[in-house]
Antibody
Framework: EVQLVESGGGLVQPGGSLRLSCEASGITFSNYWMAWVRQAPGKGLEWVANIKSDGSAKNHMDSLKGRFSISRDNAKNSLYLQMSNLRAEDTAVYYCVRHGYYNFDYWGQGTLVTVSS | QSALTQPPSASGSPGQSVTISCTGT?????????VSWYQHHPGKAPKFMIY???KRPSGVPDRFSGSKSGNTASLTVSGLQAEDEADYYCSSFAGGHIQWVFGGGTKLTVL
């Protein structure tokens, strides 16, 4: 059974930083592209970033303007999202997602990030 | 505002059919046959329901079907069941720097 378990969310002040983690099990993690997708309260889903299976290629949402960085450690079956200079509009549930072929085939349950003073 | 436009709500009685639309542009939905749909029961992990416009992953009932015409994709749920009540999101590959776009979601209510 594929399991993606996110952690690291919480309350952070504007301008602060946070690192999200996602531990994968039930898959050969190193074979797959992975992604982060977020959902702000009352809003739709929003793609944040993705990373190639070996970590050699990454894509981030343009509007993040370099504040977020996706990475992975295949030896630990783990995906990460380093978030800095956080803003209120970054408040969302962040989902760890496995890329299928041009789709997102497995999702974690998400971790809530709240940016507030 | 989401990149893809979905109606905020849809409803139907058990056994009926409901269709949810997903409108994008010639740069995403219209350009690629990489439209997918996701079912989300709040508090749970979203579930992958349709890929490449109309294909169903293993385990998804054939009551769920997808189609596309121009810049608009659609998800049809036939033979509505109580457990189909959920939020549904569409997504499309958009290429370039944008990569992936999602819809704002449609809350499906089974009356």
């Amino acid at each position: 059974e594929v399991q993606l378990v996110e952690s690291g969310g919480g309350l952070v002040q504007p301008g602060g930083s946070l690192r999200l983690s996602c531990e994968a099990s039930g898959i050969t993690f190193s074979n797959y592209w992975m992604a982060w997708v977020r959902q702000a309260p009352g809003k739709g889903l929003e793609w944040v970033a993705n990373i190639k299976s070996d970590g050699s290629a990454k894509n981030h949402m343009d509007s993040l303007k370099g504040r977020f960085s996706i990475s992975r450690d295949n030896a630990k079956n783990s995906l990460y999202l380093q978030m800095s200079n956080l803003r209120a509009e970054d408040t969302a549930v962040y989902y760890c997602v496995r890329h299928g072929y041009y789709n997102f085939d497995y999702w974690g349950q998400g971790t809530l990030v709240t940016v507030s003073s | 505002q989401s990149a893809l436009t979905q109606p905020p709500s849809a409803s139907g009685s058990p056994g009926q059919s409901v269709t949810i639309s997903c409108t994008g542009t010639s740069s995403d939905v219209g350009a690629y046959n990489y439209v997918s749909w996701y079912q989300h029961h709040p508090g749970k992990a979203p579930k992958f329901m349709i890929y490449e416009v109309s294909k169903r992953p293993s385990g998804v009932p054939d009551r769920f079907s997808g189609s596309k015409s121009g810049n608009t994709a659609s998800l049809t749920v036939s033979g509505l069941q109580a457990e189909d009540e959920a939020d549904y999101y569409c997504s499309s590959f958009a290429g370039g720097h944008i990569q992936w776009v999602f819809g704002g979601g449609t809350k499906l209510t089974v009356l």
